[in-house]
């Protein structure tokens, strides 16, 4: 769903808020192409339909923010917001965002939409809440995110262990330039898919996990059989995990060290 500007909340999402119970989180996933938001209950369950704008052609701070005004304003009956942002974020503060704006170097994110929407607001990496809405919180699991960029996020027993992967060096580049959307349309979907499957051998000798999760919207350009313990997660999860942040003082601090996409 793409709503104009000026569109009003959706009957749905009005008549499903109204019928939860507990403190409600507006979860929101900034992502390079498109900014999607999701009324959650106390529990992590959907009480709203997933309301989506795109993201601004040159995605500075600023131009981004009055887009979050926006889609705030098709679900505006919430208790608090938690937000993925696809780069390094840490206290609230957007340290770097290589696929957005460089605007976004030192913007105090939570600050500011605390500001502007006078609720209480959380801030993490957008793999990281991805994650914790994909996870079942058993033995070592991966998720990597595949959309602008690369995201990844691991967990043990379902605790976050901080990374970055996407600009670790692979190959001639990065995981990133091969992995992300540079990738993909430089090299095109036949090498990107061989180049995806690499990654996935690549690191599960290096992670040895239980399982793998895939997520982002190039998630459906993949054309080959999934290994056995991959599992590809729809684009939702990026906003049913960010009850995760609300459930624990520190995870909110522990889910923002560096982990970048």
Known sequence: ????????PTAAS????????GPITLAIDIGGSGLKAMLLDAAGNPVSER????????????AVMKE??????????????SVGFPGVVKRGVTMSAFNLHPT?????????????????????????????????GDGIEMVITLGTGMGNAVYTSGRLVAMELGHHPWKKFTYEDYIGRRGLDKYGKKRW??????????????????????GGGNTKKIEFKLPDDVTVVSNETGLLGGVALWRDDTLSEHATRRNAR
């Open 14 to 21: 009005q008549a499903l808020s109204t019928k939860s119970l």
């Open 104 to 136: 976004w170097s030192g913007f105090h994110l939570q600050l500011e939409l605390e500001k502007r929407w006078k609720k209480p607001v959380r801030v993490a990496n957008d793999a990281a809440i991805q994650g914790y809405g994909a996870i079942k």
């Open 193 to 214: 898919n061989k180049y995806v499957l690499e990654m996935i051998d690549q690191l599960r000798n290096t992670f040895n996990w239980d399982r793998l999760y895939l």
């Open 51 to 62: 309301e989506r704008i795109p993201t601004p052609a040159i995605p500075t701070a600023n």
């Open 68 to 81: 979050l005004d926006k889609l705030r304003e098709l679900l505006p009956n919430f208790d608090r917001v």
């Open 1 to 8: 769903m793409k709503p104009k500007a000026s569109a009003k």
